[in-house]
């Protein structure tokens, strides 16, 4: 079985995390951070934005039930990727709209999808495309972190609402 991953950071983890690993064909989705100068950073000093580390998920998925095109648009569809380091209440570099890519291919089908999605919309996208250097997983109480916590304030606020206005429009992407 032939397995890729995709890197995408579109504001909190916890929200792109959970909607990513209820897709069909998703193995996984990691919470980690990726793009920043330090290495082996924790979620305190990412918090801090001098890292320049953004909040990433690690997507593990198998190509012949899921394409990346397919994660691409889910991507554009669960943040806003017209505000720049910043997704709601969340502010500052960390939560950066952020594609990280790890081939030629990637980059393509990235730089060709999001061209496509500001003209449909009509916008600009201050969505980066840029190589993957190096992913660090988050602390382990992050990965499922909604999943394990859904009546934590903050996921009851933000992620449940994001997680629902998915699930009533890409319910066929489910497993």
């Known amino acids: 079985m032939t397995r890729e991953e995709a890197i995408f950071g579109g504001g909190c983890f916890w929200c792109v995390e959970h909607i990513f690993n209820l897709l069909k064909g998703v193995d996984e989705a990691i919470s980690g951070y990726a793009g920043g100068l330090s290495e082996n950073p924790t979620y305190e000093e990412v918090c801090t934005g001098q890292t320049m580390h953004a909040e990433v998920v690690k997507v593990i ?35 950066r709209s952020v594609i990280y890519y790890l081939n030629d291919e990637q980059k393509h089908q990235a730089e060709e999808s999001k061209k496509f999605y500001e003209q449909e919309k009509n916008v600009n996208f201050v969505t980066e495309i840029e190589p993957l250097e190096t992913f660090y997983s988050a602390e382990a109480y992050h990965q499922r972190y909604f999943e394990n916590n859904p009546t934590q304030p903050y996921c009851m606020a933000v992620v449940s609402p994001k997680v629902k206005k998915f699930l009533d429009n890409y319910h066929y992407l489910l497993k």
């Open 61 to 95: 998925f198998d190509p012949s039930i899921i394409s990346y095109a397919t994660l691409l648009e889910v991507f554009w569809q669960i943040h806003d990727p017209t505000q720049l380091n910043k997704q709601g209440n969340d502010i500052g570099t960390q939560y």
